[in-house]
């Protein structure tokens, strides 16, 4: 079983950065591919950034290429979000996720994941 627990988020104006965190319980975690995802009022949640277990293989959502940087630290079993030049329009819940049976090779189809997080708020004003 693994637990995860993001921080992180918060209120942050149009073109600055916000650095997310998810801290995991569990061994196994490192063994996991790890995603962000994020659902915004009145919409579905979105696929946002993916890496494998070993950081070799990672993904990012079109809106977010570019700005977004996702990394792990296995010796602190803590996943990361990096968001840079932040737009209103990633205002949202931030989650982060864990899948056990892709772990090479991770998915953006958030139903593929195994284990989520509760969320964290960013809000971008404008």
């Known amino acids: 079983q693994v637990q995860l627990v993001e921080s992180g988020g918060g209120l942050v104006q149009a073109g600055g950065s916000l650095r997310l965190s998810c801290a995991a319980s569990?061994?196994?975690?490192?063994?996991?591919?790890m995603g962000w995802f994020r659902q915004a009022p009145g919409k579905e949640r979105e696929f946002v950034a993916a890496?494998?277990?070993?950081?070799?293989?990672?993904y990012y959502a079109d809106s977010v290429k570019g700005r977004f940087t996702i990394s792990r630290d296995i010796a602190k079993n803590t996943g990361y979000l990096q968001m840079n030049s932040l737009k209103p329009e990633d205002t949202a819940i931030y989650y982060c996720?864990?899948?056990?049976?892709?772990?090479?090779?991770?998915?953006?189809?958030?139903?593929?994941?195994?284990?989520w997080g509760q969320g964290t708020q960013v809000t971008v004003s404008s």
């Open positions: 890496i494998s277990w070993s950081g070799g293989r990672i």
């Open positions: 996720a864990a899948d056990r049976h892709r772990s090479a090779s991770p998915s953006d189809r958030r139903y593929e994941y195994d284990y």
């Open positions: 569990g061994r196994t975690f490192s063994s996991y591919a």
